[in-house]
């Protein structure tokens, strides 16, 4: 018997709840010691798929500079404008992020990385598609920036850990 597919969410915050500072830097947070206070390398290691939008997707390639992206993954990223010839990136342009996860769960493999956060995020929280939310807060103030959390309904959540 299969086990089903986990949809998670795993990332990083400032202390004050910011996924990325105004311009969608991440110095401040490639720029914290974290020690090995991080769970990376075990949490990738049970995921086959990532789904992320436009702006995460670019921040990342940029961050990799010239490595590939989650090469041994399948990658979906949602955007109306970005093309590209890597057979292992899927761009989503008609599809709703909901959408993709009810096919995706349906099907054989290990679990899916909602990589960033903002609209996919709120709405698979809405449509209560997500199983796990694992943040990783790092010991800076920001003030300001994109939160994680975009608008979604009030959503009881089951602490497994710290």
């Known amino acids: 018997m299969r086990m089903p597919r986990k949809v998670i969410f795993y990332g990083a ?7 990325a500072d105004t311009h969608d830097n991440l110095d401040w947070l490639l720029n914290t010691d974290t020690g090995d206070a991080t769970s990376y ?5 049970t995921v086959d798929t990532t789904i992320s939008g436009k702006n995460t997707y670019l921040t990342t390639l940029d961050l990799l500079d010239g490595a590939a992206y989650y090469p041994d993954q399948t990658n979906y990223v949602f ?6 010839d890597d057979e292992n990136i899927h761009i ?3 599809e709703q992020p909901t959408t993709l ?3 995706l ?6 679990n899916i990385w909602i990589i960033g956060g903002g609209a996919i995020l709120s709405a698979l929280i809405s ?10 807060v790092a010991p800076i103030l920001l003030g300001t920036g994109k939160r994680l959390f975009e608008t979604f309904p009030v959503t009881q959540l089951e602490l497994t850990s710290t």
């Open 105 to 110: 769960k349906q099907q054989a493999g290990e």
């Open 101 to 103: 996860v009810e096919k």
């Open 13 to 19: 915050i400032s202390l004050d709840g910011y996924l």
């Open 41 to 45: 390398p075990e949490f990738i290691s």
């Open 79 to 84: 955007s109306h404008t970005l093309t590209t």
């Open 92 to 94: 989503i342009a008609d």
């Open 127 to 136: 449509e209560h598609l997500l199983d796990e939310i694992r943040i990783q």
